[in-house]
C-alpha cells in the first residue's frame, strides 16, 4: 500500500489550495478515505472522510464549508480542496486508509497559511 500526497505549499490567507493523495497497492474502490492533519505541538486531526464509492463525505467543523473531500476511483486518487484557508489551517496534511484493523498513512504535505 502507497499513499503519496502533494499540492500543499505556502499560501495567503483567503487563498486556496487543492491537495491529491495518488494510491496504490490495494483496491482503492473499495475503501474510503481520510484526510488528517497535525500543527506543530498539536495531535493529528480528523478533518474529512468519504466512502468507498465518494456518495457520502464528513468534515470537521473546524474546516465545514471552506473544504470538500472527493475522489476519482478511475485514477485512484482523492482530493482536498481548500477554500478561504486561514493561518490556523497551517498543519502537515496526510491521507489515510484503512485496511482490517491496520492504519496507512502517506509521507504528507505541508501546508503553511501566512501573509
Known amino acids: 500500500v502507497q499513499l503519496v500526497e502533494s499540492g500543499g505549499g505556502l499560501v495567503q490567507p483567503g487563498g486556496s489550495l487543492r491537495l491529491s493523495c495518488a494510491a496504490s497497492?490495494?483496491?482503492?474502490?473499495?475503501?474510503?478515505m481520510r484526510w488528517y492533519r497535525q500543527a506543530p505541538g498539536k495531535e493529528r486531526e480528523l478533518i474529512a472522510a468519504?466512502?468507498?464509492?465518494?456518495?457520502?463525505?464528513n468534515y470537521a467543523d473546524s474546516v465545514k464549508g471552506r473544504f470538500t473531500i472527493s475522489r476519482d476511483n478511475a485514477k485512484n486518487t482523492v482530493y482536498l480542496q481548500m477554500n478561504s484557508l486561514k493561518p490556523e489551517d497551517t498543519a502537515v496534511y496526510y491521507c489515510?486508509?484503512?485496511?482490517?484493523?491496520?492504519?496507512?498513512w502517506g509521507q504528507g504535505t505541508q501546508v503553511t497559511v501566512s501573509s
Open positions: 489515510n486508509t484503512r485496511l482490517g484493523d491496520y492504519d496507512y
Open positions: 497497492g490495494f483496491g482503492f474502490g473499495s475503501y474510503g
Open positions: 468519504i466512502t468507498s464509492a465518494g456518495g457520502s463525505t
